[in-house]
């Protein structure tokens, strides 16, 4: 079996295994609710295929690469319980005896069931097909049994969880090392100067199995003394910016400052910022990206500064790994955006506080793991108001600059608006 991830996070993280133990132990794995953050810190355990996907489609969990990590462990967890004879409500005890075309059989309508909990970030999709993959290649091998095909499965669902932490280090680095090296190379930074950035929604290590994509650029930036300011935007309706990407910048000492997303275009005209940098949810490929919404818009205003400001316009870079690249779509038409419930955009959930106190700048200190505050979701409007709320919009080529994978950086041929991505990977 693969080697035994730990959880050695040195930031809140979206996983953890209880008491430092190993997943193959314990058969579940915790994940930390994002609904309550960053008000309460409260743990979930989750240890079945409807527990996973219950969180991911309600969002306890989001962000591409951390959905498609619990979806796989959700999988695993089941199979370990199975194996172990404990209960497991995805896979009877006699599918054990049986031939292993039955363990198949049940699992492929659990990777099915699992597809259909989100449907913009393609990660998703590329976990369950390898988990599919290799679940029919030994369901066909000689001599294979349920229970190799158990083990299997494991280890290949395993894997996808531990590999992420790794590929998004490289991410991180290869995007600091392009931007630096870009901004040099024009002369609009000199060597060894530090740089201000922005970024949309969370993409650090709530949003993948540690370190994170576009914040690991950021992160990267951090630990070489490059990182003059993170902006970030707030990111309604959800509030990704301000629940999540607030408290991992605190936790990375990186100098931050939060832009309410209606002040982007002022923020880009008033401040002299050098990259904006988004994750992804999916990667046409001709290099339109589906991202978080409002990543479009921010991307047009980036390529166009105030007729009144003395700034240059800002270059966009996408940072994600390989998986989120999706070579079967031409282009990002064919990308289907998920929406989300009318009453998550006409809601706000918070912590109650006294506001006179908020106002004077004397916000009550935060809370601690397992300590009880009070987090309300209240309603801004009126009620029966309906919302188009679609989580995703799709930022076409023309308008990104690069795309940073853990392989390396994508670019557009010169004179060109487009990606192909397809070559970009026959290469590496
Ligand atoms: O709706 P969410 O919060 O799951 O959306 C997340 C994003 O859009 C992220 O930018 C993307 O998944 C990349 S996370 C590394």
Request: hydrophobic fraction near 40%.
């Amino acid at each position: 079996m693969s080697p035994t991830p730990v959880d050695d996070a040195p930031v809140l993280g979206a996983f953890r295994i209880t008491g430092g133990r190993s997943f193959y132990d314990t058969a579940s794995v915790e994940i930390i609710d994002q609904l309550l953050l960053p008000h309460q810190e409260v743990w979930e355990e989750v240890s079945t295929i409807e527990g996973a996907f219950d969180a991911i489609k309600t969002m306890k969990i989001r962000g591409a690469p951390a959905i498609a990590s619990l979806a796989s462990l959700g999988i695993a967890a089941e199979l370990l319980n199975l194996l172990n004879n404990r209960p497991c409500p995805s896979f009877p005890a006699a599918t054990l005896s049986a031939p292993p075309a039955e363990l198949l059989k049940l699992l492929l309508d659990r990777t099915a069931y699992l597809l259909t909990s989100r449907p913009t970030a393609v990660n998703l999709r590329e976990a369950l097909s390898r988990i599919e993959a290799s679940a029919k290649a030994e369901a066909s091998a000689q001599g294979a049994t349920a229970e190799s095909l158990a083990k299997k499965v494991i280890d290949v669902a395993v894997g996808v969880w531990v590999e992420d932490k790794e590929r998004c280090e490289k991410i991180g680095k290869n995007g600091a090392k392009w931007i630096l090296e870009k901004l040099e190379r024009e002369g609009t930074i000199q060597k060894g100067e530090k740089i201000a950035v922005l970024t949309v929604c969370n993409t650090g290590s709530l949003a993948t199995s540690g370190y994170g994509t576009a914040l690991g650029v950021i992160t990267s930036l951090h630990k070489q003394n490059r990182l003059e300011h993170a902006y970030f935007a707030q990111t309604g309706p959800y509030q990704q910016g301000a629940r999540l990407t607030a408290v991992e910048l605190a936790s990375l000492g990186a100098p931050n400052t939060m832009v309410c997303d209606t002040a982007i275009g002022a923020l880009l005209g008033e401040k002299r910022v050098h990259l904006f940098v988004a994750g992804a949810d999916r990667i046409a490929s001709n290099g339109d990206t589906a991202n978080k919404i409002s990543t479009y818009q921010i991307s047009l205003l980036a390529h166009h500064p105030h007729p009144h400001s003395p700034n240059p316009p800002v270059p966009v870079l996408v940072a994600a790994p390989l998986t989120t690249l999706d070579l079967s779509m031409r282009s990002g038409r064919e990308i289907e955006i998920e929406q989300r419930p009318s009453w998550e955009a006409c809601t706000v959930r918070g912590r109650v506080v006294d506001p006179a106190k908020v106002a004077k700048g004397q916000m009550v200190s935060p809370a601690k793991e397992g300590e009880k505050v009070q987090v309300e979701t209240v309603l801004v409007t009126p009620p029966g108001t309906n919302a188009w709320n679609p989580a995703f919009d799709v930022t076409p080529a023309s308008l990104i600059e690069g795309i940073v994978t853990e392989v390396g950086v994508a670019e557009k041929k010169e004179g060109e608006n487009e990606y192909d991505l397809r070559a970009f990977v026959e290469e590496k």
